[in-house]
């Protein structure tokens, strides 16, 4: 997979993954606003919709290609696997951080994967699948915002999602903007915030 990354000088690796259209440098900045020690891994989707990078295929707006879902999320967790043997970076102590198509793509791996991530901020997210749940999530920690007029994030898919992470085991804090779709500051600055008053033991 194309991306992008840079050592810090803690043990925690930040993998960024951005949104629909955006690429491996996207969240570069918000990432180093978050934690400016840390190393960032930025990874760029597979899957081209009308010239515009995604981490999976969908059917229409909010209706996703379940099939690509699958292949996907299985391309990535296989990735990390791999980019953590050549950067030589702590498996077990990434924290994701996704924006829209990429906090779907890393939902889905928390629903499919046993605590396949440290922690994780996940903005704009919504249900990527409702397939059978058999993993725990053993306490993970999980930030979730969004905005109460985002039109593309119907508020109930946030409802759900967090039900269904609480219902593997995992400890999730929600946040609500009064704006739509698009990263604002406020978020920005709660997700940090969440950062560093949940470290990782």
């Excluded at 000088?9 to 259209?21: C, E």
């Excluded at 030589?88 to 890393?106: H, L, Q, T």
């Excluded at 996940?122 to 397939?131: A, G, I, K, T």
């Excluded at 993993?135 to 993970?140: F, G, I």
Aim: charged content about 20%; proline content about 2%; cysteine-free.
């Amino acid at each position: 997979m194309n991306h992008i990354y840079q050592k810090g000088k803690n043990d925690i690796t930040l993998l960024l993954l951005h949104g629909t259209g955006g690429n491996e440098y996207d969240l570069l900045p918000l990432a180093k606003h978050i934690d400016q020690e840390a190393s960032y891994l930025g990874v760029r989707g597979n899957i081209l919709e009308n010239g515009m990078s995604r981490f999976f295929k969908r059917i229409s707006m909010g209706v996703f290609d379940e099939i690509s879902l699958k292949e996907e999320s299985m391309n990535l967790y296989d990735f990390i696997d791999k980019a953590s043997i050549k950067y030589d970076f702590d498996r077990n102590k990434i924290v994701v951080i996704g924006y829209s198509n990429g906090a779907n793509i890393a939902a889905n791996l928390m629903l499919t994967y046993t605590n396949p991530f440290n922690r994780a901020i996940l903005f704009h997210p919504m249900v990527p699948s409702r397939n059978k749940l058999n993993n725990k999530l053993n306490q993970m920690n999980i930030f979730i915002s969004s905005g109460k007029n985002d039109a593309m994030v119907p508020q109930n898919e946030v409802f759900e999602l967090t039900e269904m992470f609480e219902s593997l085991e995992a400890n999730v804090d929600v946040y609500w903007t009064d704006a739509g779709h698009q990263l604002t500051h406020e978020e920005i600055t709660k997700a940090t915030e969440w950062y560093h008053q949940n470290k990782s033991t």
